[in-house]
């Protein structure tokens, strides 16, 4: 049961090792893009090529795909970016259903573990399976492993390195599941824990008044979706990539400063960020000396 690019690397790693795909769940196709066309999410496209049956239910609750779902006789159920499913759904295979969560649970529950791990400057997280259960993200632990986070890499970079870590830490419970040697323990929730609730504008808002480095973790977390958002002589600008530069100056606090050829800073209380990566309203993605050579800036120095 998945949806995403993330998914399919689970999927495939079960396939690739031999086990039985008796079914894939995936959401249903949506028209997306300028032209409005019927698009297939990236685990259905891959679940075609394979030729495995696919499942796309609207309601997870609907009786005919509980039937469709019951016919399936699978043992176990893995869940990979997917929706929150029904108790009918999560309690229906014999060995249960396990899922593939971004982070070291339970730190970081919540639909985007991977952005607001990035966005509070973290130097580690990790990939965790465990046994789904009514409450979000509160299962029982099955098995972890962890990952560090470099100081300027970006939310796509660690899912795209962690999409591998979690194929193969779901490749070992399911055959460690398989083998009955797998063991589970519950969570234990520290005394302040960290969340990853769903993204939101306000999330994506620069707030200048904030230090650099900070703000430098939050246009990381968020690079490049939904992308880290401000504005530039009245236009929205989204911002990717960013160089913090500690310094002491007396620029007023969200001052943008540029030569008009090779930089594009903004001040912040205790320093300048540079943006190097960047899309304005209406403009395609491009780096800061490809924008300034097309774009005239009405206040350069």
């Known amino acids: 049961m998945g949806t995403p690019d993330f998914a399919v690397a689970s999927l495939d790693a079960l396939v690739t090792a031999g086990h039985e795909i008796v079914g894939v769940i995936t959401a249903p196709d949506k ?5 409005m ?3 297939e999410s990236a685990v259905k496209k891959y679940a075609v090529e394979k030729n495995l049956p ?4 609207e309601k997870l609750k609907d009786p005919a795909f509980i039937e469709s779902l019951k016919a399936l006789n699978a043992d176990v159920q893995i ?7 029904p108790e009918i759904v999560w309690n229906m295979p014999p060995m249960g259903t396990i899922n593939v969560h971004g982070s070291l649970l339970p730190d ?3 639909a985007a573990p991977i952005n607001w791990a990035v966005m509070n400057g973290e130097k580690e997280t990790g990939v965790t399976t465990f046994k789904l259960k009514h409450e979000i993200d509160t299962g029982n632990i099955l098995l972890q492993d962890r990952m560090p986070i470099g100081d300027n890499e970006t939310a796509t970079e660690v899912h795209d390195r962690m999409k591998i870590l979690g194929a193969q830490l779901l490749l070992k419970t399911v055959t460690m599941l398989a083998a009955g040697t797998l063991k589970e323990y519950p969570q234990q929730l520290s005394e302040h824990p960290k969340h990853a609730p769903k993204l939101f504008t306000k999330d994506c808002e620069i707030d ?3 230090p650099v480095h900070k703000i ?3 246009i990381r977390g968020l690079s490049v979706f939904p992308g880290a958002l401000t504005k530039l002589e009245g236009k929205i600008l989204k911002v990717f990539t960013s160089m913090p530069e500690i310094i002491q100056h007396k620029e007023p606090v969200g001052n943008m400063l540029s030569d008009g050829k090779t930089y594009l800073k903004f001040a912040c209380n205790d320093g300048y960020l540079h943006i190097k990566d960047l899309q ?3 403009k395609k993605r491009m780096t800061t000396e490809d924008f300034l050579r097309g774009y005239r800036l009405s206040n350069s120095k």
Do not use: I, S
């Open 54 to 57: 696919v499942l796309q239910p």
């Open 37 to 39: 066309k019927l698009t």
């Open 79 to 85: 869940v990979v970016a997917f929706r929150m499913l």
């Open 31 to 35: 028209l997306a893009g300028r032209g």
């Open 216 to 218: 430098h973790n939050q």
């Open 208 to 210: 200048w008044n904030n």
């Open 280 to 282: 304005l309203e209406g």
């Open 108 to 110: 970081y529950r919540g």
